[in-house]
């Protein structure tokens, strides 16, 4: 049976229906209100919405913008919207707002079919791009209370339109892109995503590889393309459809991008990866001090962190020549690491190391393992019988690292017995540094050796002789190459010198530091005294204790590469000591500079000295037979160069310092240890161990003529010309006999 109504009826039911909807529609805009005021918990203020916070990676980037690593808890770096691929932007569109340009924030047309579809059981949701990213910046977790859960909705379509009145819709979608969230692997953002499974750039993706991205965001575990091809493959496809539906792709391209499979470049990130990661962990606490010495605090008062507020660090690490000097590295350091074992084949270390066994309790008790012991409450017993128990271990070779089963406490051995090398390299005129190699293996051994101090041998004779050069002494000055006891405060000293080492006769004084002769660097030392030597090395910047005793002369004291390689500098830069740097400066999140270094410059020396003092190294070089001479015969440079070996007692630490007019390079090479070393002069001795590798790093670094290291390029001489004879010949013609010698230096 069929009931007409009336139109009077019709008229009311209509008026009623009229009702409810403006009804709900007023209820609806009065929640908004009241949201709005903050009934149900404050909106983020208008400063948020300006300067919207996630947790951002905080990168450090290279002279040429390279970004030599990052520091992040979310390995999230922020891209703009010009640095991302259409093909990104057209998928991220297809899959979750095909109206997005045309919305202000909340799609009003697609509520009521996302009711409509809930109501029959298939579960689809009506979030624009914008409401997403309102719920990614500010909303947090979502509620498991209904009620909460809607006053949530609530805060998010506010939110939403509150950014679009802000942002352009290009600003939204990049912000989208570097808010979400890819899943395991510490991926965040589109940048680190696209590093992550492509090994690639934002924009450089390609429409099956924005596809993969984005149709991850649905369920970042379940479409994990690590774990589940298979079903990642499938949702790349089903987005690849959605975005020829929307006419993104035309048929053909399609076919086409559907056939392909995955190709993933899979490099997962984490702190270590990357160049130069000594130099970035020295880098992070520097920053930290800095921050806090000069009270560098975001606008809001609140202190920055390097972890979460995006911050791009420029620093002045040139990533060619980190490069070159971690390939120098690598290529040298297992020879030697052969060479250092066969010395020690046979050899019981327990009877030849000073301290063997204190010295392994030491490393134990510095160990991961023994911390962790500790924390799990286990005595002293417990843990001497741990590691004493054979036990799966991964340990560090130059072929890579190796799974093993050992005892741990042999692992100790092994580790005490690995060879450690540094490497600092720096322009010395605006004392940029170029790299910086703090050591071998960082995963395993995160001490840095730029930084450390170790005993400095004969590396610290350019010292003296720069003290008796300022006092009138000729490096064609000649001495007899004799002991020579010095008395100071009630004591006396001479240094040794074995029969191999030593030249009898008279030598120049530039011989003498060529062929690093021990007395006669004590005869110098005993006419200048070492208080001006501490004074100069000072001022030529070494920051470590130098007591003034006549022993320094040979290098008694520590000091670190960091130091040494900054004080030869002055040799090469006129003697003017620039101070080591390696920040530029550091940009917020927004490109704003929030600090920027000048380096320290001091006077440390008079030009022609430093001049004078250059001509001395350059023996050490030039000089047949002298220390530094193989550069010559073996490595084949012929360009103009100077440099200084170093070796300390027990062959314990080998150095060499390099310098060339445009470059100042040092490095060291020994074992954790003092009390391990090589057990022999001729392998242990600073030539073998450290001047190498500046040879190999020199090589690759003259071979890039992009990086203006000029080999045709000599020491500048003094523009008022030299008052000090080098040419020996001529001095000696000058000199009224050996008696001037004699006064000279006391006999």
Known sequence: ??????????????????????????????????????????????????????????????????????????????????????????????????????????????????????????????????????????????????????TQKLKEWIISIQLERRYTKQEIVA???????????????????????????????????????????????????????????????????????????????LEEFKKKPLDLDFTPMNHNDGPAPYFRAVLKQDIQKIFKEQNIVKSDGSNYDLDRDGLRIYTTIDASMQRYAEEAQRAYMPALQAQFN???????????IKNFKLLLDKGMMLSDRYKQLQIEGKSDEEIKQNFDTPDSLELFTWRGNIDTVMKPIDSIVYTKMMLRNALMSMDPTTGYIKAWVGGTDFEHVKYDQVTGTRQVGSTAKPFTYAVAIENGFSPCLEVDNVPDTIFYDGQKWCP????????????????????????????????????PVVELAKKMGVTSEILPYPAICIGSFNASVFDMTGAYSVFANHGTWTEPTFILRIEDKNGN??????????????????????????????IQGATGNRLRWKYNFTNPMGGKTGTTNDNSDGWFIGVVPQLVTGVWTGCEDRDIHFRSERLGEGANTALPIFALYMKKVYANQALGIKKNVDFDAPKNGLTIQLDCGAYKQQQPGTGEVERKLGF
Not at 509 to 523: D, G, K, Y
Not at 598 to 622: F, N, R
Request: net charge positive; charged share 15%; glycine share 6%.
């Open 496 to 531: 040794r010198s074995g029969k191999t080492e030593t030249i009898p006769g008279t030598l120049t004084l530039r011989e003498a530091l060529a062929h690093s002769q021990n007395w006669i660097t004590a005869h110098v030392m005993k006419e200048v005294g070492p208080i």
């Open 342 to 352: 066969e010395q020690w084949k046979g050899v019981s270390r327990w009877k030849t």
């Open 593 to 622: 500079v929030i600090y920027t270094h000048t380096p320290k410059v001091v006077q440390a020396m008079d030009a022609e000295h430093a001049y004078v003092m250059t001509y001395m190294l350059k023996g050490v070089v030039d």
């Open 175 to 253: 912000m989208y892109l570097n808010t979400v969230d890819f899943g395991s692997y510490n991926t965040y953002g589109i940048k680190s995503a696209a590093h992550t499974y492509f090994n690639a750039t934002p924009d450089k993706l390609t429409p099956d590889q924005a596809a993969l991205l984005v149709g991850m965001l649905r369920g970042t575990a379940y479409y994990s393309p690590i774990r589940h091809p298979d079903r990642a493959l499938g949702r790349r496809n089903l987005i690849l459809s959605k975005m020829n539906k929307q006419g993104f792709l035309s048929d053909g391209q």
């Open 1 to 150: 049976m069929i009931i007409k109504l009336a139109p009077a009826d019709i008229k009311r039911y209509n008026w009623y229906l009229w009702k409810t909807v403006i009804g709900c529609f007023a209820f609806f805009i009065l929640l908004l209100l009241v949201t709005y005021l903050g009934l149900f918990g404050p909106l983020p203020p208008f400063r948020d919405l300006e300067n919207p916070k996630s947790n951002q990676a905080t990168e450090v980037l290279s002279t040429d913008n390279t970004v030599l690593g990052t520091y992040f808890i979310q390995n999230r770096s922020s891209v703009t919207y010009a640095q991302l691929s259409p093909n990104v932007i057209n998928a991220l569109i297809a899959t979750e707002d095909t109206r997005f340009y045309k919305h202000s924030g909340i799609d009003f047309q697609r509520i009521p079919s996302m009711l409509l579809y809930n109501l029959i059981g298939r579960k689809q949701g009506a979030s624009t791009i914008t409401q997403q990213l309102a719920k990614n910046l500010f909303s947090g977790p979502v509620a498991h209370n209904p009620f909460v859960r809607f």
